[in-house]
């Protein structure tokens, strides 16, 4: 992996000289990608940092045939684990869930003194976005997590169903009226419960909803050297924002045709 656009320096090419190495062409430390992954460090108390992370291919598809993983590569996850392992909470929505498997998120050694420095436990926790609670809370995600699971939902969800998670164990967070739930007061009560390092892996619908609600504060974008076709999402879907915008590019990474970039409000 090399930086075509220095981590550390903004007003520099790649071209330029670069002593700490990270131009060069090789496999990067999980804790070189901690620092150029970490979040911001001067946080102002009481509020949070949502930060996405997506793949898209050439084309726009954020999937083929309804899963991510195909698109992706070894560098890909590379970072997604590490971006897991600095957050306080991983946010994904229902459909998510369900199509990916999702499963617990585990403690990482390679990062154990660095959560334990920033005064975290072992491994993040994960926040389900769900209005109906369509779940099934027998799956690992709700069973056998190292910190409990945190399903978000509305005021109105089926009380039944509110049930049945609290029984398996998850704490549940109501951010919205009826069965909608609002992605900005999401944010919100998420940080208010201490989870103010915030990571949303999606899908589309859901970092839609946070980006038309002015939610996003920073989108880390792997463009997969592929093209699809077809009828794919892509990483962004529902209702348009009635002026886009204008994001500014942190870093850009590459490794085998790959690009990680990462972008800021």
């Known amino acids: 992996m090399r930086s075509l656009f220095p981590v550390t320096d903004l007003t520099t090419t790649a071209a330029s000289a670069d002593p700490s190495g990270l131009l060069t062409d090789r496999e990067w430390s999980f804790d070189e990608l901690a620092e150029a992954y970490a979040y911001p460090a001067d946080l102002p108390a009481g509020t949070s940092w949502l930060r996405a992370n997506m793949v898209s291919t050439l084309d726009g598809a954020a999937q083929h045939e309804g899963r991510s993983q195909p698109i992706s590569c070894a560098a890909d996850m590379r970072i997604f684990g590490t971006l897991r392992a600095l957050a306080d909470v991983v946010i994904a929505g229902a459909e998510t869930v369900r199509l990916e498997g999702y499963r ?4 990482r050694e390679a990062f154990a003194a660095r959560r334990a420095a920033a005064g975290q436990g072992p ?3 994960v926040a389900v976005v769900s209005g109906s609670l369509d779940l099934d809370f027998a799956l690992p995600l709700f069973t056998e997590p190292l910190v409990p699971t945190l399903v978000v939902t509305g005021s109105g969800a089926p009380a039944d169903r509110i049930a049945a998670a609290r029984e398996a164990g998850a704490e549940v967070v109501v951010a919205g009226e009826g069965t909608r739930v609002d992605p900005a007061r999401a944010v919100r009560e998420l940080a208010d419960r201490g989870l103010r390092r915030q990571l949303t892996e999606g899908g589309p619908r859901l970092l839609g909803q946070f980006v038309a609600a002015g939610a996003l504060d920073e989108l880390c974008l792997t463009l997969s050297p592929m093209l699809t076709a077809g009828d794919a999402q892509r990483i962004a879907g529902g209702p348009g924002v009635a ?6 590019l942190a870093s850009l990474l590459e490794e085998d045709g790959f690009l990680f970039g990462r972008y800021r409000r």
Do not use: G, M
């Open 243 to 248: 002026v886009p915008e204008r994001f500014s």
């Open 123 to 125: 491994a993040p926790a």
């Open 104 to 107: 617990p998120a585990r403690a």
